[in-house]
């Protein structure tokens, strides 16, 4: 037993002496940094605290307030570098992206296929994919799409009428995330979800799975971060193993289909079916089917999540701000009447105030509320500092949209931010919602339509107000794995 406790005693000094040596990485580097602690540096206080979100933005505005332009922080042991200034931000997502293209995701394909997807590959995998997927998102594709988008916003449509005849309130979040599940079940993978009429359908089911939150989750997350190694040993996963078999499943089922009957669509999935036969008419080795669930399964999660986060965010601020509301309506109604009456592709293009509430939506509460990198190669800063192969790099999106001196009254919701007068007044790189540079997010213009699709079917014909439970400002989820409200969002309808 006494030999025991020496061992103990003995290993404790030792983490601790390893501990206290790494946590000088950046002062001898003479890079600004915050004090860390043992075991998780810089990131401990997300347990029961504000949670990551507000966390990171909280550091962003310590560093912020010093005028640095990079700062260093520790996740575990490890350093790790943060962007601060709009500057640094463009040098790491742009202008010096061949020193930090990596997501720096860390992650096993055996262990969990679904993570082999376009946002965590990197180099030529990465390169190579980006190219092949980017034809599925052009002008043409939306425009294309857009008559499924509609049909499915019929569902949208009817369910809200009924629950509008009831004087039942909407979860608004909910409503929508089923309205985003359906679109990208057809126009990905030609599939009609009916969420509406079935709330525990698949697609809605396994989908709602993946963003639930939980504290094993924020442990996994930050277990990532520290150390990838015992995430390994422990053999932690991202992606439950049901859901993981869902995807793959639908996939597989889905190609045997379209082979056995014959069958093209002109959708995501297509896209991937076509990559197959270019590569085997090349010679070369084609896809795994785990590949290219992967990649069916980000386009799913992407499109449905940010897109319904994005819609549930606008309407809250809308329903909390009647003028923006009534204007936005004005709006919708005078250009769907210039369509005779139909909401149309060139009709949503033309509606610049819905884009700004969109964009001032984004603003206040981006979706993915901070993006990584890694160093891919030995990096100077400007203070002359390497900074390794390897090291993490965060961006705090919520600290530049939240920062008064880029977005002034920043907790203020006010969509004149971006009109055309004002929005070149907006300092590059200070907003950021769907990432900059080379990895700026494939889908934007698809989540950006779905949105507002589903704002406008709501909008054209009913008075959005709060229920009573309904608190401002809001208070976010810390467990969330994207940006959420901690409480369920009601809303109350009225016909117009």
């Known amino acids: 037993m006494i030999v025991f406790l020496i061992c103990v005693v003995i290993l404790t000094l030792l983490i601790y002496k390893y501990y206290q040596k790494s946590f000088q990485y ?289 309407l809250y601020e809308l329903v909390h701000n009647q003028e923006v509301q009534d204007k936005l309506r004005e709006e919708i109604r005078r250009i769907i009447k210039k369509h005779d009456g139909k909401i149309t592709y060139d009709g949503i293009m033309e509606m610049k105030y819905l884009d700004q509430v969109i964009n001032e939506t984004l603003r206040k509460y981006p979706p993915v509320h901070f993006l990584p990198r890694k160093c891919t190669q030995n990096y100077k800063l400007p203070n002359g500092a390497e900074v390794e192969k390897g090291t993490k790099v965060f961006i705090s999106v919520m600290g530049l949209h939240r920062d008064e001196e880029y977005f002034p009254n920043p907790d203020k919701f006010d969509p004149d931010r971006f009109s055309d007068e004002n929005k070149h007044n907006i300092v590059p790189y200070s907003y950021i919602p769907f990432g900059e540079g080379p990895r700026i997010c494939i889908g934007l213009r698809f989540g950006v339509m779905q949105a507002k699709v589903g704002i406008c079917l709501l909008l054209r014909n009913y008075k959005l107000y709060p229920h009573p439970s309904v608190k401002y400002p809001i208070e976010f989820d810390n467990k969330s794995a994207v940006l959420a409200g901690k409480d369920t969002l009601l809303l109350m309808t009225e016909r117009v």
């Open 26 to 314: 950046w002062e001898k580097k003479g890079v600004p940094t915050i004090k860390p602690s043992i075991p998780f540096g810089n990131l401990g206080s997300i347990f029961g605290g504000p949670g990551f979100i507000l966390h990171m933005k909280g550091i962003y505005e310590k560093f912020k307030s010093q005028g640095v332009h990079y700062a260093g922080l520790y996740t575990g042991a490890k350093p790790a570098l943060l962007a601060v200034h709009p500057e640094a931000v463009k040098t790491v997502m742009n202008k010096d992206f061949q020193s930090f293209h990596s997501h720096g995701v860390e992650y096993d394909a055996k262990e969990e296929p679904l993570q082999a997807h376009l946002f965590n590959l990197d180099g030529k995998q990465w390169k190579d994919m980006r190219v092949k997927l980017t034809p599925t998102f052009t002008s043409g594709k939306m425009k294309m799409m857009f008559q499924t988008l509609l049909d499915c916003g019929q569902q949208l449509e009817d369910f809200v009428e009924k629950c509008n005849e009831k004087n039942v309130a909407l979860d608004i979040k909910e409503v929508i995330a089923c309205f985003t599940t359906d679109v990208i079940g057809s126009c990905a993978f030609g599939l009609e979800c009916n969420s509406f009429k079935n709330p525990d359908a698949q697609f809605r089911k396994y989908g709602r799975k993946v963003f639930t939150p939980s504290l094993r989750f924020v442990f996994r997350r930050l277990l990532s971060a520290a150390s990838p190694r015992l995430m390994k040993l422990f053999k932690l996963k991202f992606i439950q193993e049901d859901v993981s078999e869902f995807f793959i499943g639908v996939i597989r089922d889905m190609l045997n289909y379209r082979k056995t009957e014959k069958i093209t669509r002109n959708d995501f999935l297509q896209i991937l079916i076509n990559m197959q036969e270019t590569l085997k008419s090349e010679g070369k080795k084609p896809f795994t089917l785990e590949e290219l669930a992967a990649q069916a399964f980000v386009f799913f999660i992407a499109g449905f999540e940010t897109s319904s986060t994005t819609v549930t965010f606008a």
